[in-house]
DNA sequence: TTGACAGGCAACCAAATGGTTGCATATTGT
DNA sequence: ACAATATGCAACCATTTGGTTGCCTGTCAA
């Protein structure tokens, strides 16, 4: 799960994620070509990263690789991590909220 | 959001938020003793982050500075970046599906 | 078959990151 | 006042990270 947080934590590859669940089953040229100023061999890595993290999966079609949102490792950050500060979200609140009036007194 | 991001991709620093969940306004000398091997100083680094990325909440009290954590930012990255994912879930799945087994024709 | 196109691999580089040690400052209790 | 406690700050170090350039391999099409 570490690897999904870390690979989730660079802008571009999350902006990488979004262009391919926008337009799904992109090659690597195709995604370059969205994201300009980069080297394909920087999206490249950026791609073998997200594919490490079980984000992406890919197919190779003859001399071009194809690539895949799996969103399956996102859901799962969504509920076993995410959800439990959901759970707590109001109490904590309160807490802090009752912490920073009585640290006027 | 993008502080919020990295200050979730280390794991040391997750762990500092889940002890904050289960034992809120704690002081900097009573999360190191939660995280041993690992120096104050470094601990310190940790909570600046997250302070930084406006994930926890520091009310001084005399000598002391007591730890809060802060849902929010957490609560809209569920939202705001997760729920789209989310939302494409079974769709993005199925289509995964499709390439893979077009792939093997 | 032979370009041209899509991608992979490796070396290299600068900057960010996670950690340390050492010292300074502020608060508290006796 | 003063020693102990709680934290802050700065310099330093090793490793990781994000990026580059240069070259190699595989595939398609004329």
Redesign the interface.
Known sequence: M?LV??A??D?SR?DL?DRL?AD??QTLNQLCAGVPGMTRQAVSKHLALLEEANLI?T???GREK?H?????P??E??ER??G???R??LD??S??KK??ES?DE
Do not use: C, M, Q, T
Request: without cysteine; positive net charge; charged residues 25%.
């Open positions: 570490d947080f870390k989730l934590a802008a999350r994620l669940r799904n089953g999966a197919v190779k079609r194809l895949y949102l799996n969103p399956v996102i859901h950050i969504a991590w995410i439990k500060f959901e707590s979200r904590a609140l807490e802090l912490a920073l640290g």
